[in-house]
């Protein structure tokens, strides 16, 4: 009689270890299927891979070589809050007074506050980064750009998001920074 007690507990128990595992696959089964897959980009100079749930955008400033926006970020404006733009400027006398004095203008404006500044790599070109945050008409954004200079041009890769967003996305961002192909 204890052996078939025995039998039936074991029996029982592997039966809910079965059901269990079956019910773990068919949940994993039923998520979201869609994967994010890497996309190529190539304008102006630059080539970048950048993840599906982000998408090509417009930018407003006059040197954009181009733009991609964070998917799930594009506002009822379809103005995408948490964007990455790629610029692409002439500069006259030497990079680094240029760049550096790009901020030092900038720091005359209240609405702006760097918060840290040095020097960085972008491929195997020396490249200056500026982290500062703004507050434009009451919109606060935090920033990161990144400056390189190639063939007398001065190449800024500009990620900027809200505050509550920033460190969540700042990884696509930094991937792209490492597998950039300037040609």
């Given at each position: 009689m204890k052996s078939n007690l025995k039998k039936f507990i074991l029996i029982l128990s592997l039966i809910i270890v079965i059901i269990g595992v079956v019910s773990c696959v068919n949940a994993a089964d039923s998520t979201d299927s869609s994967e994010v897959t890497m996309l190529t980009l190539s304008k102006g100079g630059l080539l970048i891979h950048y993840p599906s749930n982000w998408g090509y955008s417009e930018s407003t400033s006059n040197y954009s070589i181009m733009a991609i926006s964070k998917l799930d970020s594009i506002d009822s404006s379809d103005v995408g809050q948490v964007n990455i733009n790629f610029e692409k400027k002439p500069i006259e006398g030497e990079f680094y007074t240029y760049v550096n004095d790009t901020y030092k203008s900038m720091q005359k404006d209240s609405s702006f506050?760097?918060?840290?500044?040095?020097?960085v790599?972008?491929?195997?070109?020396?490249?200056?980064?500026?982290?500062?945050?703004?507050?434009?008409?009451?919109v606060e954004k935090e920033h990161k750009a990144v400056w390189f200079e190639k063939g007398g041009q001065a190449y800024v890769l500009l990620y900027s998001a809200p505050p509550k967003d920033f460190e969540d996305s700042l990884y696509i961002f930094d991937y792209i920074l490492s597998d950039i192909q300037v040609t």
């Open positions: 506050e760097l918060i840290s500044s040095g020097g790599m972008v491929g195997n070109i020396n490249a200056v980064e500026y982290i500062y945050s703004s507050n434009q008409d009451g």
